[in-house]
């Protein structure tokens, strides 16, 4: 108080400004505490913001900004901040705000895609994305390098999540009914799924990614065959009708399924990234390997109708090998039009004949030049090629090799490449010229002259007629008409009681009489022969035939 | 001049608490009665309104920079802050609700801002201009003081009414209680002003801050 009263003539303020600043440090602190709760959020958001990545999709279906999520096991991890079309109006490009956590999605080979709901012969998926809208779903990859521009997929991966399991490549011809998620069986039990496919670098094949999930990718051995077990496989045998599938998902979206063969000795798991053959059914893979196939091209001067690629090449009945290709050809020389056949055969298949043919000609099967010369010394003993019919209702041919020890020899190039193999016409195709010759034959004949000559006699025999009409006719009905007349006046002539016939019947008593005459003449004669001579004895003679008394 | 005595020209003092007019020619601290402290005017009062005017202004960054409200419909949330929230309005066609929430959570705190450091800076240059409108406005701040809380109380109902699990739900966000800081203290730094500052007459009071700290 007393100090206060002091203060008063002195420059005023000097213990207030003392108060003051005391009290106002203490005023202070509530605008400082703020600053610093600003400073700590912007420092906390600063922290927490994660990288910034683009996505670039398709179409921005799904995709709204600042409220579709980012989500890695169904955990956000990000959100789209922004959808806008790229330069080129082609895609759609998605920025995205990732979390801290989430920096390791900036990996080059992580993988985004839309979530939504997908219904398909496999299965249904993203169902719950029909409440909540959908999201993009990720994949963390494995590489060290970062990128901020990513490609989203169409279609969501269907290996995600580093699941342990083995990927596989199987090359084949044609993709057929398979699709990505395409079940893999291993007896009959779904233990992966195809996971990608691709065209050959030459598009001239299929390579199909699986995925065999673990445990189950240890019964992938290096041995083991792939087949195609799409669809349904119907055979007819001796043992009657038999229907084979592996499920009814199959059926529809087609799979695949493996299996090693019964003896497949130094057996181990196959590694990653393995490349198998993919066979088109069960009985083609499980089969002993083909071997090296060997091209053969085959030369026929006949028409090839029913003849097609994949048609069976048999060696003395059995199938070796089948048809490649087919082209026509022009033979400048012969101007004609003779037809090429490509074969590829693989001797091995012929099991044991082969080994042993081999052992017995100490050929070795590597040896190109060798082969030419062991296929050089069968044409000289008379190997031909022959198209037969197989079935004879369809029309189809099969290639025959054969050996026709009489057939025609032929000079055979050994150099010439692919090896050619003289060929001989078909069993159908002789019969068919022996047909020809004779139709040839009947073509030769003077049909022409012949009608012309028969044209001519019918017109004479046409005139023949007309004379005979005209002039004939008339006068047999003449003459036939005197022939009536005549009969008639017979007929007058013989009626009862006409004097004629009176006098006719008289005349024929006439003649009754003299003949009854006559034979008692005769009997008489022959009783008494010798009245002929004596003349009639009195008494001989019946007494009404005896002659009047002798006197 | 032709007035009648103002009360320090008498050393009269109102005491805040019981409103006994105490003498203040001995300097007392409280009140005789009833021991209240004694101010002739609000204690450090520009002081106080400069304090809590900068927080509310430091608060008022982050009140409209973060979300105030997440709406998830069918799983699907979205944040949104009272900006984005004015633009959907208005995106929509609804600009009557828009320009409702502008006024009341964007604007409104700006104008008092703007008030305020009018109000402090003139009172604080001795300013003898346009002393009964400033003292106008220093109550039109006062008024529409508790208007801000608009949003903060549309958000806790909304935040309270929809919950319906998965169907729909609405959570309140950080930025709303830094809106609701940025109106406490506004509040708080207009309550803090005194409006007598500017009557406050340079010449018969040579320092009315240092006269009021007792």
Redesign the interface.
């Known amino acids: 108080m007393a100090s206060q009263t002091t203060d008063k003539p002195l420059p005023p303020g000097q213990p207030a400004i003392k108060t003051r600043r005391f009290s106002v440090s203490l005023v202070w602190i509530v605008p400082i505490v703020a600053v610093l709760v600003g400073i700590s959020l912007v420092v906390h958001s600063i922290l927490q913001q994660g990288p910034s990545i683009t996505i670039t999709f398709k179409t921005g279906s799904g995709l709204t900004a600042n409220k579709t999520d980012v989500k890695y096991r169904n955990v956000v991890i990000g959100q789209v901040t922004d959808v806008e079309l790229s330069d080129d109006q082609k895609n759609v490009n998605a920025t995205i705000k990732l979390s801290k956590q989430a920096e390791s999605f900036t990996r080059e080979d992580s993988q985004f895609w839309v979530v939504r709901p997908r219904i398909g012969a496999g299965g249904v998926s993203g169902i719950d994305t029909l409440l909540s809208g959908d999201y993009i779903g990720a994949d963390i990859g494995q590489s060290d390098t970062r990128a901020n521009r990513f490609t989203g997929l169409e279609n969501p991966p269907p290996i995600t999540y580093g699941e342990p399991g083995k990927r596989f490549t199987l090359h084949t011809q044609d993709l057929g009914s398979l699709d990505i998620g395409s079940p893999v069986y291993y007896r009959k039990i779904p233990v992966g799924q195809v996971v990608a496919y691709a065209l050959d670098a030459d598009g001239k094949g299929v390579n199909i990614d699986v995925f065999v999930h673990a445990p189950n990718d240890a019964y992938v051995t290096e041995n083991t065959r792939f087949w195609n077990a799409s669809g349904i496989d119907v055979s007819v045998g001796a043992n009657g009708f038999a229907l084979k599938t592996e499920s009814l998902s199959s059926m529809l979206v087609g799979g695949i399924a493996f299996l090693a063969p019964p003896y497949s000795p130094d057996d181990k798991p196959a590694s990653e990234e393995h490349s198998y053959e993919l066979f088109a059914d069960q009985q083609t893979a499980l089969a002993p390997p083909n071997g090296k196939g060997q091209y053969l091209n085959l030369r026929f001067d006949q028409a090839l109708r029913g003849l097609t690629v994949g048609a069976p090449v048999e060696f003395l009945g059995i199938e070796f090998g089948k048809v490649v290709s087919i082209n026509l050809d022009f033979d400048e020389k012969k101007r004609s039009f003779p037809v090429n056949v490509g074969i590829v055969i693989y001797p091995q298949r012929l099991g044991e004949a082969n080994t042993k043919m081999l052992t017995v000609l100490k050929h070795d099967p590597n040896d190109e030049a060798g082969g030419v010369r062991l296929i050089g010394s069968f044409i000289e003993h008379g190997l031909r090629a022959q198209a037969r019919s197989g079935n004879l209702l369809t029309g189809q041919l099969y290639i025959a090799l054969d050996f026709f020890p009489k057939a025609d020899k032929v000079v055979f190039d050994p150099n010439a490449r692919p090896v050619s193999i003289p060929t001989i016409p078909g069993n159908l195709e002789q019969l068919q010229e022996k047909l020809e010759g004779i139709v040839n034959k009947i073509n030769q004949l003077p049909i022409e002259r012949i009608a012309g000559n028969l044209d001519g006699s019918l017109v004479e025999l046409r005139k023949g007629l007309g004379q005979f009409n005209a002039k004939t006719l008339p006068s047999v009905q003449n003459t036939l008409a005197d022939v009536s007349k005549t009969l008639q006046s017979a007929s007058s002539t013989l009626a009862e009681d006409s004097p004629q016939r009176e006098q006719l019947t008289q005349t024929l008593d006439e003649l009754s009489r003299m003949s009854r005459s006559l034979r008692e003449l005769s009997d008489y004669l022959a009783r008494h022969p010798e009245s002929l001579i004596r003349g009639r004895p009195d008494n001989a003679a019946p007494s009404d035939l005896q002659g009047p008394p002798r006197k | 001049m032709n007035r009648p005595p103002t009360a320090s020209e008498l050393n009269l003092c109102l005491c805040h608490s019981c409103g006994q007019a105490c003498d203040t020619s001995a300097?007392p601290d409280e009140c005789e009665r009833c021991d209240a402290p004694l101010h002739r005017r609000k204690?450090?009062s520009l002081?106080?309104t400069w304090?809590?005017m900068?927080?509310?202004l430091?608060?008022y960054?982050?009140a409209n920079l973060?979300p105030v409200m997440n709406t998830s419909m069918?799983?699907?949330g979205?944040?949104s802050t009272i900006m984005s929230g004015v633009l959907e309005f208005w995106q929509h066609g609804a600009w009557d609700i828009a320009l409702i929430i502008f006024i009341a959570s964007i604007a409104v705190p700006g104008i008092k801002f703007v008030a305020l450091t009018l109000l402090l800076v003139t009172v604080q240059r001795n300013n003898q201009w346009a002393r009964k409108e400033r003292s106008k406005l220093f109550r039109f701040v006062e008024v529409i003081g508790y208007w801000s809380m608009l949003d903060v109380i549309v958000v806790a109902l909304v935040a309270a009414l929809v919950r319906f699990q998965?169907l729909g739900t609405i959570e309140p966000r950080l930025g709303i209680l830094f809106f609701g800081?940025v109106v406490v203290?506004t509040m708080l730094s207009a309550m803090s002003f005194d409006p007598r500052l500017i009557w406050e007459n340079p010449h018969n009071e040579?320092?009315p801050?240092?006269v009021a700290?007792?």
């Open positions: 300097n204690v450090h002081t106080r304090a809590y900068l927080t509310a430091a608060f960054v982050p973060l069918l799983g699907s979205a944040d998965a800081l203290f040579e320092m801050d240092g700290n007792h």
